[in-house]
């Protein structure tokens, strides 16, 4: 039994620091377009349905609560962006969805208003919202929401499917580097 366990324990380590690896690789080409971690400052507030409810920054949830992230949650920010109108936008960047290190999985992208009590009213759905399900045994994945000024008058084109770079979306859509809100949760399957 105990050699079962070592072995057991083994794999466990190899895979994990491969992934690990493998987000720093990640980590790397998703800086080359923001000018911050998402996780550095969470200044938007993101609210799921309980039993998870608001969210801490960088806060590790799995499948166990999985179904209540089955919804889209609830936003809101700083007063100071009253009457913002903008472009928010859910990216996993940790999705083996390619071995291009600039790849990850767009989870939901819309064009969005800031009310006057810092809500963030959804004003026309891009990509409809796709729950975080990270694929079990692929370690923790990171979901960031990034709510970014809307310079280009809500000319947004969608893209052609799930698999997404967020750099050069940013630069095809003329959308600046630094976000005026971001948020980052972690998520496993285990």
Not at 20 to 27: A, G, I, Q
Not at 131 to 136: A, E, I, K, L
Request: net charge negative.
């Amino acid at each position: 039994m105990l050699f079962f366990s070592i072995v057991y324990f083994t794999i466990w380590m190899v895979v994990n620091v491969a992934q690990s690896k493998v987000n720093d690789t990640r980590l790397e080409a998703e800086l080359q377009c923001l000018e911050k971690r998402p996780n550095d400052v969470c200044d938007l507030t993101v609210i799921y349905p309980v039993p998870v409810g608001s969210l801490d920054c960088d806060m590790l949830t799995d499948n166990r609560v999985a179904y209540a992230l089955e919804t889209l949650p609830q936003f809101s920010v700083s007063s100071e962006l009253t009457g913002t109108k903008g472009l928010l936008l859910m990216f996993d960047p940790d999705a083996p969805v390619s071995k291009d290190p600039q790849d990850g999985f767009i989870h939901f992208i819309a064009l969005v208003s800031v009310d006057g009590n810092g809500n963030v009213i959804v004003q026309r759905i891009i990509t409809d919202y796709y729950p975080p399900s990270p694929p079990r045994g692929h370690g923790e994945h990171r979901y960031q929401y990034f709510l970014y000024d809307d310079t280009n008058g809500g000319q947004i084109s969608p893209p052609s499917g799930r698999k997404f770079q967020l750099c050069p979306f940013l630069a095809k859509h003329k959308i600046g580097r630094q976000p005026v809100a971001s948020f980052q949760f972690r998520h496993i399957r285990l």
